[in-house]
């Protein structure tokens, strides 16, 4: 929408030659007033970048053709407003006021079907929805059809809007209101292609992909196996050491103690703890097999 308002600003002062007329209309504002207004408003637009006097400025515009009514009659002013609301509508859009431009729109266009074309060709927004009303009104409208833009808008308002809002019914009907009937079958025609996609999507997302899961269930399976594997291997070795005798296991329990301590027999400074665990094991021996031991080793 920003660029094609700033092509279409930077485009304003050409066609303002074009709309110039000797002989004001009434009691219409004088055409080289409005005009003025107008190249004030690109100006501020394209060159000085000051987005807010340049709304304003356009604001001002519209108004003075707004208090007179027979402005409205005359093509020339029509023109000029036309212009005057694509340079406020490329202002509020680099403010980031795009959300405003339908209700600014309305204040110099009471009846959403009266917007120009041009002005309707800009509504590109990234909100379909807030378009979706005005401009299937603007489409329904008998005194619209015979306009050269219907056709250019009726596609636009299609693909932009009717088809990604998934609205069927709604472009079926607008594809019955085309005059051509080329326009009409490629209306069809896209309908037909976007509903066949849509109903693509809701298969694919409903239908899980079967690679995945067969990829999902023989790492589940990989990984039951494995922990039965480790479970398998824990309980022999706690079999096996249960089931060997009293002396094996002090013995292991020595020979796993001297390889992690790594005490060394032959060093002095190991003496006084093998003495210590000689004086331990012959006190649990006193201690659980016989009383007669406590005699002996009392002496």
């Known amino acids: 929408m920003k660029n094609e308002g700033t092509i279409s600003a930077l485009g304003l002062r050409g066609c303002v030659g074009s709309l110039r007329s000797s002989e004001p209309v009434g009691l219409a504002p004088p055409p080289s007033l409005l005009q003025s207004l107008l190249e004030e408003a690109a100006d501020y637009l394209v060159v000085h970048r000051n987005f807010k006097a340049c709304l304003e400025t356009c ?3 519209c108004e ?7 402005a409205e009659e005359c093509e020339d002013s029509k023109d000029l407003k036309c212009f005057l609301c694509v340079v406020g509508i490329q202002a509020l859009a680099e403010m980031d006021r795009w959300r405003e431009v339908l209700s600014w729109l309305l204040q110099y266009y009471q009846v959403p079907e009266h917007l120009p074309p041009k002005i309707l060709e800009l509504c590109k927004v990234k909100e379909p929805q807030a378009i979706l009303e005005v401009a299937s009104n603007w489409l329904r409208d008998p005194a619209n ?3 050269p833009e219907h056709g250019a808008i009726f ?3 299609l693909f932009r809007v009717l088809l990604p809002l998934h609205c069927w019914t709604d472009a079926e009907d607008m594809a019955g209101l085309c005059a051509e ?3 009409r079958q490629a209306a069809s025609q896209a309908i037909y292609t976007a509903r066949q996609q849509q109903e693509e999507n809701l298969e694919e997302t409903r239908e899980p992909d079967p690679q995945k899961e067969n990829q999902g269930g023989t790492f589940c399976r990989k990984l039951l196996a494995l922990w039965k594997l480790l479970r398998w291997l824990l309980a022999s070795v706690v079999d096996h050491l249960l089931s ?3 002396k094996r296991t002090f013995l ?3 020979i796993l103690c001297l390889l992690v301590v790594r005490f060394d ?3 002095p400074s190991s003496l006084p703890f093998f003495y210590k665990l000689a004086h331990v094991f012959y006190r649990i021996r006193g201690t659980i097999f016989s009383p007669c031991y406590l005699s002996s080793y009392n002496l």
């Open 59 to 61: 604001q001002r515009g």
């Open 64 to 70: 003075r053709l707004g208090s007179c009514l027979q």
């Open 145 to 147: 059809r015979d306009l």
């Open 155 to 157: 596609e636009l308002h």
């Open 181 to 183: 009937e080329e326009q």
């Open 244 to 246: 060997l005798p009293l």
């Open 252 to 254: 292991i329990a020595l």
């Open 265 to 267: 027999p032959a060093c």
